[in-house]
């Protein structure tokens, strides 16, 4: 089975029902594919509903991702990972955020090079990983 991890913009798309996104959620359950995240995509979609003072989606967000198979830790070897390949893409002058960095990082120590994201700009200059 696949690992997939999803990313920031696609909770939130989620969340806020957005047609694509729960099609693609719809899509990777029939492919019994194992749904994952990120330690930094809690933080970040979390940080948006607190920020829009939607407490009902900050909660439903949070039994979401507790539902879930693995949410990947930012440790250190995932931060490592993280910093080489924002390096990586800065020496070519290109950039992504931060938290895509991370994402990417905690993605890549955990060995999971699949995610589901509306950022697929971003995660496309990754190599090794693979959007959905």
Request: proline fraction near 1%.
């Amino acid at each position: 089975m696949t690992l997939v991890c999803l990313d920031t913009t696609w909770t939130v798309d989620f969340f806020r029902n957005r047609e694509e996104a729960v099609k693609k959620l719809k899509q990777l359950q029939e492919e019994n594919a194992i749904l994952t995240s990120t330690a930094a995509t809690v933080f970040e979609t979390l940080y948006y509903f607190f920020i829009k003072n939607n407490q009902e989606k900050a909660q439903l967000t949070i039994q979401f991702f507790k539902s879930l198979q693995y949410v990947f830790p930012l440790d250190m070897e995932a931060s490592f990972k993280a910093a080489e390949i924002a390096a990586e893409l800065a020496k070519k002058g290109l950039s992504i955020g931060h938290f895509d960095s991370l994402i990417a990082g905690s993605m890549m120590r955990n060995g999971c090079d699949t995610i589901l994201t509306s950022n697929v700009k971003d995660f496309g200059r990754i190599k090794g990983i693979k959007t959905y």
